[in-house]
């Protein structure tokens, strides 16, 4: 018994590394030899950013919408949103599915990115961003003649650089 423990004392522990580094880099070298790799880590890296590209056009416009723009029924809309904010995801998750399949968006793009696209957690996030841009900056901005969506970016990224 306490040979054996002594001839594991003795191995050293550098070599024990590089026999774990070896072994891990060969399950990669396999796992990235296989052709259909490629093709996943591609749909990956589009989905990816076509999720976040989408989610983030929608979150930032409606959340700035709620923050700054006034329309009928923005106070109900936005407590609304997050009353349903509460409700687990795991309960939409059937309902979401057999509505995709009854539109046919079943195994497409198109119903992997329509159910991520929204998100009330970031419409909220950027609705308490965007009460923190100062109404007075973006007033003198439409006063120079810019649009809603052009005050919009330098206001917010003049704010956000104030912050850090």
């Known amino acids: 018994?306490?040979?054996?423990?002594?001839?594991?004392?003795?191995?050293?522990?550098a070599l024990v590394a590089v026999a774990l580094f070896f072994a891990t880099l060969h399950s990669y070298r396999e796992l990235f030899g296989h052709r259909e790799m490629a093709r996943?880590?591609?749909?990956s890296?589009?989905?990816?950013?076509?999720?976040?590209?989408?989610?983030?056009?929608?979150?930032?416009?409606?959340?700035?919408?709620?923050a700054k723009l006034p329309f009928a029924g923005r106070d109900a809309v936005f407590k609304l949103l997050l009353g349903i904010m509460l409700i687990p995801a795991q309960v939409a998750m059937i309902p979401l599915f057999l509505m995709l399949k009854q539109l046919g968006l079943v195994n497409s793009y198109v119903g992997v990115l329509l159910p991520s696209v929204a998100s009330i957690f970031g419409i909220f996030l950027v609705r308490?961003?965007?009460?923190?841009?100062?109404?007075a900056m973006l007033e003198a901005a439409r006063l120079e003649g810019a649009s809603e969506f052009a005050s919009t970016g330098p206001s917010c990224r003049r704010s956000f650089d104030r912050s850090w």
């Open 40 to 43: 996943h880590f591609g749909n």
């Open 1 to 13: 018994m306490t040979t054996r423990r002594a001839a594991w004392v003795m191995v050293s522990p």
């Open 128 to 135: 308490q961003y965007a009460l923190t841009v100062p109404d």
């Open 45 to 66: 890296l589009l989905l990816a950013s076509a999720t976040t590209l989408l989610s983030l056009g929608f979150n930032v416009t409606a959340g700035y919408a709620f």
